[in-house]
C-alpha cells in the first residue's frame, strides 16, 4: 500500500500538516498524538489481563429497587 512511499512525500505531506495547523501548534499536535498513543497501548494491554469483578456476589442486576418497585404499582393504580 505504502510501496511508493519516499522522503519527498514525507516532507511534502510535513509542509502540507504545517501549513494546517501551523508551525506554534505542531508541538502540542505531536504531544496529544503521542498521549492517545500511549493510552491506545496501555488499552490494548489491558483487554488481554481479564477485569476484576466489581459486583457484589449474591446481588441479582435485574433487580429491581423497592422505590421503583412502589411507583410502578401506584402508576398503575391511577392509570386504572
Known amino acids: 500500500m505504502l510501496s511508493g512511499f519516499t522522503g519527498w512525500h ?3 505531506l510535513l509542509v502540507i500538516i504545517v501549513l494546517i495547523f501551523g508551525a ?15 493510552i491506545f497501548k496501555n488499552e490494548i494491554k ?11 456476589p449474591g446481588v441479582q442486576l435485574n433487580e429491581t429497587s423497592p422505590e421503583v418497585k412502589s411507583q410502578t404499582t401506584d402508576s398503575s393504580k391511577t392509570n386504572s
Open 24 to 38: 506554534a501548534k505542531l508541538p502540542a499536535l505531536a504531544k496529544s498524538v503521542g498521549q492517545s498513543m500511549k
Open 46 to 56: 489491558s483487554e488481554d489481563k481479564p477485569a476484576d469483578s466489581t459486583a457484589t
Open 10 to 12: 514525507a516532507l511534502i
